[in-house]
């Protein structure tokens, strides 16, 4: 395979391609390598290779010409195949891209420098653009090498055994197995001993295999749950998963969320303050979120009377009555909800169940009018949105009440009064009006997904 590295420092490059396998994939044709650097095709006396930018601002940017013509050289050389340019703007560089990668004849490598390549660069050659993570460097270089040792350990004939690149971290959607070596024991400096785990010296591959999935499994859970949701995993697999998550110290994010469905005071169409009668299907569906979710209660308030014992006539039908009979999952479910007067009362009772006060943070179709940056907040101002990741990190922390508005939505002396406005599902559309059942299970899935 051949690489051609677009550069303005050719030299960077000195020690790793001749360091370790990649040098010595380097030194075996595995892997040839050619840089061009854009200085050598200025041609004003300063050999100038960047500019101001238009705008404004600080910082220097690429120009195209000398970039191109370097361009214009690797395609003479033999063609510039699968042309890169590196830059944090880009898709992420992943272990299916450098397969991808590995696959091709040829491949350039764009480095950038300063503020990185006049935005045009694209219009005129065919470029992906690819970023090596969400933080700056200086300049494409070290990306460059990221990329290059994560192609070149694909190539046959570079690792010495093939095979190794199938069993390590991302090549199956999972992080690997840990890995150990000789002494079989060591001591800890409390004089304790760390032993390699005995099914790894039992010479039995069945067990082994079996083993190292358990904990490539588990390590994902731990480490990178998100990693999960694309990876393909067998029923096995999923229960031992099921297994590891049980067994796990961490506890549940979803134990410290609380709903509150809130019917009184609540908005009519005229913008009235009302008190609304339950909605069954509200009852039924986000018990049922709560306890798939794991949820640390779910609370329907109402102060009208008679709703109240028609919650309660409902609730007894399915946990008591013959309906528990005919459906134990759903008594299961429904058996976890609270019916109570007031808003008051459900933050009551969360503050009895955790000990603590929780956060209140109230949801709502639109998004929060006016944006408020720090300071103390005044009592007529809306509080400030917060967003999903904010809210499963605030969980970490501190129990939280998500608060759901019935009619057509909350007062706002009871938005005002919360934390937080949590931003709304769907704000980038014209019609985002869901049923509060629904915008329920979305925003409970969007915090805790299928890994917490
Ligand atoms: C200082 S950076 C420019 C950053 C640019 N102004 C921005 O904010 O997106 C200079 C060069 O380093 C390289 N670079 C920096 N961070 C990178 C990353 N995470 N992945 C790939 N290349 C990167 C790019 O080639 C970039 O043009």
Redesign the pocket.
Known sequence: MHFAICTLFPEYFDSPLATGLLGRAVGDGVLTVERVNPRDFTEDNHRTVDDRPYGGGP?MV?LLDPVLKALDKVERNGGRGRTI??????KP?SQDLTRELAGEERVTV????????DARLGDLVDIEE???????????????CCLLEAVGRLLPGFMGHEGSGDEESFAHGLLEYPHYTRPEVVTDERGSELRVPEVLLSGDHRRIAEYRREKALATTWDRRPEMLSSAPLTQQDVESIRKHRAESPKPARGRNLHLVLAHYPVLNKEGQEVAVSLTNLDIHDIGRVSRSYGLGGFYLSTPLEDQRRLAATLLNHWTGGAGAVANPDRSEALSGVGVVESIEDALHRVRERTGRDPLVYVTSARIAPEKRRGGKRKRTEEPETVTIPQVAQALDARPVVLLLGTGSGLAPGVVRAADAVVRPVRPFTDYNHLSVRSATSILVDRILGDTD
């Open positions: 910082g690429m340019l590196l830059t944090p703007r880009g560089l764009i480095c950038g420098r300063y503020e990185g390549m690819v970023s090596v993570g969400d933080f700056v460097l200086s300049g494409g270089e070290a990306a460059a």
